[in-house]
């Protein structure tokens, strides 16, 4: 933009216009009247015109420096420009677990660098994102195939497109829509050192898996999901059998025969609400034909609310599975839910209570559970946690797993 003397002239002529306008309307007012007038007008013209000289410069400038950023950009090596459409990031919990169980055999007293994880996200263009995690569990993993607790896992590696404003997908592999902790499971984002047992054990977070998605927008904070996946690869024998949670294929050369199909449907217009509906078909949750499970149904419901301090969540979730062998070992139907209400004192303290109840596959997997416990940030994304639980089997062959203790943590995540 540049500036000309041109609005300057037009208010000089505006100016002289009214006062000969003046002059000739009131001819009564004397001479020495009329220049005074005049001598106002033409200092109020210089203060103006000073104002637009001074935008001019500042204008000036301005597209002096955009020009000079647009010429080192220009001018800079490819792997500059690819950088600043790089981000980084991640998470990380220790926890140490002291559990006194009825049965001394199966006390706990444990230090654990539970995880370890790092994010990594490029932004190709305007429309296409990609994003990825790499996690570590329990610390390292032994180079010679040792008894070692450690994993090293991709829980994420997908692409995201833009299709319009409000439509988006994604293909690779993917953590699932369902349930609250799955997709957020950041350890300074929810209570409690460990992640509740119903989104271990029913929901069995965390739970990738590949293939692609849509994710889409409407109306007043309405959200859908919909997936199409690679499937569970439940075992029907053994000690893990028809466990859920051990099915995850993690995408590591996983069977394919049959795959899954995941919805959700959210809804988000009131502030701090979080409320959603989850549905998932395994079209054969064992990928072996004839075997005694022939599919399986997830349902999943919650409420996340979190307004002025006071929290509040809550979530229920079961599997139908259909086959002879399933509904012999009466695992055909497996439930979990909890309810967890918390109030957060101020940016640095909070307390929470939760009371959750599991009827699983396995023996040990039949528990309710009472927890307390607070929450301390001593920084933004830093947090320090500390629990008291009481766990009590369904059972009686069980009862030896009762216990009480306490956790306490260490998370962080950027």
Not at 143 to 161: C, L
Not at 332 to 346: A, C, F, M, V
Request: aromatic share 12%.
């Amino acid at each position: 933009m540049r500036f000309t003397n041109k609005p300057g002239m037009m208010l000089i002529t505006t100016a002289l216009v009214l006062a000969l306008c003046t002059t000739t309307v009131q001819a009564e007012v004397s001479n020495a009247e009329l220049l005074a007038r005049l001598e106002s007008m033409q200092q109020q013209i210089d203060e103006l015109k000073l104002e637009l000289a001074q935008t001019k410069d500042q204008t000036d400038e301005t597209d002096a420096k955009v020009e000079a950023v647009a010429e080192v950009m220009e001018s800079a090596p490819p792997q500059v420009v690819e950088a600043s459409r790089t981000t980084i990031g991640g998470y990380g919990e220790l926890h140490y677990n002291n559990l006194s169980a009825n049965d001394p055999s199966k006390d706990v007293e444990m230090l654990d660098l539970h995880r370890f994880v790092l994010f990594f996200g490029h932004q190709f263009n305007d429309r296409t994102r990609f994003y990825s995690e790499v996690e570590v569990e329990h610390a390292f993993v032994a180079d010679t195939g040792g008894d070692t607790p450690g994993e090293v896992e991709i829980e994420q590696a997908f692409i995201e497109f833009d299709l319009r404003q409000d439509l988006y997908a994604k293909a690779g592999l993917f953590l699932l829509p369902v349930g609250i902790l799955n997709e957020t499971h950041e350890p300074d984002t929810f209570y409690g050192v460990e992640r509740n047992d119903v989104e271990s054990i029913i929901v069995p977070s965390t739970w990738w898996e590949g293939g692609a998605g849509l994710n889409g927008r409407w109306g007043s904070g309405w959200n859908y999901d919909l997936a199409f996946t690679s499937g569970l690869e439940m075992s029907t024998t053994g000690s893990n059998a028809f466990r859920v949670r051990s099915g995850r294929q993690k995408v590591a050369k996983a069977v394919a025969s049959d795959g899954a199909i995941t919805g959700r449907l959210r809804y988000l217009g009131i502030p701090g609400l979080q409320a959603a509906v989850t549905v998932q078909y395994q079209f054969d949750p064992s990928q072996v034909s004839n075997d005694g499970l022939d599919s399986g149904t997830l349902v999943e419901a919650h409420v996340d609310y979190q307004r002025n301090g006071f929290g509040l969540r809550a979530l229920y979730s079961r599997w139908d599975f259909s086959g002879d062998a399933v509904e012999a070992a009466d695992a055909d139907t497996q439930t979990g839910w909890y309810i967890e209400p918390s109030y957060r004192l101020n940016e640095k303290v909070g307390f929470y209570a939760r009371y959750e109840d599991i009827d699983a596959a396995r023996s040990q997997d039949k528990f309710d559970q009472w927890q307390v416990g607070l929450n301390w940030w001593p920084a933004k994304n830093v947090v320090i946690k500390f629990d008291y639980r009481d766990r009590n089997h369904n059972l009686d062959s069980q009862n030896g797993r009762d216990f009480t203790g306490f956790d306490i943590g260490l998370g962080y995540s950027f």
